[in-house]
């Protein structure tokens, strides 16, 4: 039996239909779809850009297609449209004829030829009278969420906790795709030996000026790497490598890595422990436990023991006082990593980020009490928003007087940033992700 096939245009249609049907991940999806329909070469290039690139400017495609559209189209319609009008205007390879032939095919095989007709009237109708002035927009917060595609509410938010030039740069920011970034495993190898196989193989990298053993991929996936299937690198995002530097790690220490999957942090922790020590890795889900133990053994890190656990029921498990380190990289609305995953901000609500700081409140008052007198506790997240950040962090130091702040060690590029016991990345400062860190000490 054959596979079915289909071209990029098609999966990018199905892709969005499903995301916004089913509020499936993306980059998920995207994957399956590459595999099942077995798009190849120039064609998974075309597939990313036009999905993501679809995704990424959603609310300013239906600000462009609004007056074209006299009626409510069916949902896959209105993404067939969303789709070829990301092309259109952002794309300068492909010509317009090209996209809106394309666009017609795709609706009489999906639809029926009234629907084709529409497609293409509307199409057309665009490219001859040109899109709507986004300066229509009179209201500041307005303009920037629809010329940057962003819920209205979430930039009202960002605006009134970080002022509307730091929130402009930070939707601007969120617009640009992102570097793939590797940790190279020092246990191993140094930069300098990586970057210099990564090239003979036809990979151009360079390395990061923020993460000691981060290295940048201008051009290849560096999964598809010699580097990577022998464990000298994994892939990480910068921001998320800063984390394991906040321990400020000591040999044969006893470290506890909650919410831990996929396990990036996790080996990062027992690659910096060098063998000396342990890390205990808890996550809910059974499945993404396995992740962390494939990602320990691909990299041949030692001393790391893997528990599927919820963390909310850590002291039932461990002794009190039982580690030196712990860290709580909680879950969270992931609004630092929108670059990766956009349809985030479309689901994402403030009723949501209420519910996760309880989450995130009643993970670290569990875990308080695991840690030794003297010990280090991290708190950090991937997201922007000061009330699951700040407001997290401050509400726990409250609640717990035995606990204060402690200074936070960052790579020295960033150590200027840091306020005090925190630092908030931000995607504009250096093209990593959003991510909050915070370092906190057990008085006794």
């Avoid at 092309?87 to 809106?100: E, F, N, S, T, W």
């Avoid at 580097?227 to 530097?245: H, L, N, P, R, W």
């Avoid at 020295?412 to 370092?439: A, K, N, T």
């Amino acid at each position: 039996m054959t596979k079915a096939r289909k071209n990029a245009r098609e999966a990018a249609l199905e892709l969005l239909d499903s995301v916004e049907k089913n509020q499936s991940y993306s980059n998920l999806l995207l994957n399956h779809l590459i595999n099942k329909y077995e798009i190849k070469g120039p064609d998974v290039g075309l597939l990313t850009e036009i999905t993501y690139g679809t995704l990424q400017r959603k609310l300013t495609l239906d600000f462009y297609l609004a007056p074209f559209l006299q009626k409510k189209v069916e949902r896959w319609v209105k993404n067939l449209l969303r789709l070829s009008l990301y092309q259109m205007v952002y794309l300068d390879k492909i010509p317009d004829r090209a996209i809106i032939f394309e666009a017609v095919e795709l609706a009489k095989k999906r639809g029926h030829r009234g629907i084709s007709g529409m497609v293409n009237g509307v199409l057309r109708a665009i490219q001859r009278k040109g899109l709507p002035s986004l300066s229509e927009l009179k209201d500041p917060i307005e303009r920037l969420a629809v010329s940057t595609s962003h819920p209205q509410w979430l930039v009202k938010r960002w605006v009134e906790q970080f002022g509307f030039e730091k929130t402009e740069k930070m939707c601007e920011a969120n617009l640009i795709p992102s570097l793939q970034t590797a940790r190279v495993n020092f246990t191993k190898i140094s930069r300098e030996e990586v970057m210099e196989m990564l090239v003979a193989e036809g990979y151009q990298v360079e390395s990061s000026p923020i993460i000691p053993e981060a290295i940048r991929s201008l051009k290849g996936n560096l999964v598809h790497s010699s580097a990577f299937q022998k464990g000298f690198i994994t892939i990480q995002d910068e921001s998320s490598m800063s984390v394991a530097y906040a321990l400020d790690i000591k040999d044969g220490q006893h470290i506890l890595d909650c919410c831990a999957a996929p396990g990036g942090k996790t080996t990062h922790i027992a690659e910096k422990l060098r063998s000396s020590g342990t890390v205990t890795a808890l996550d809910l889900h059974p499945h993404k436990v396995k992740l962390i133990k494939e990602n320990a053994n691909r990299l041949d890190v030692k001393g790391i023991e893997t528990i599927a656990m919820d963390s909310r029921h850590a002291s039932e498990h461990f002794q009190k006082e039982s580690f030196d380190r712990i860290l709580v990289d909680a879950p969270c609305s992931g609004l630092g990593v929108l670059r990766r995953k956009p349809d985030i901000k479309y689901t994402k609500s403030i009723d949501d980020i209420q519910a996760l700081q309880r989450i995130q409140l009643d993970i670290l008052n569990e875990v308080s009490e695991l840690l030794k007198p003297n010990g280090v506790l991290v708190f950090s997240t991937c997201t922007v928003d000061k009330e699951e950040n700040l407001g997290t962090i401050e509400t726990f130091l409250k609640q717990h007087p035995n606990f204060e702040p402690h200074p936070l060690h960052m790579p020295q590029v960033l150590q200027s940033s840091v306020e005090d016991y925190r630092l908030q990345i931000f995607p504009q400062d250096f093209g990593g992700d959003g991510f909050f860190i915070s370092s906190v000490r057990k008085k006794h």
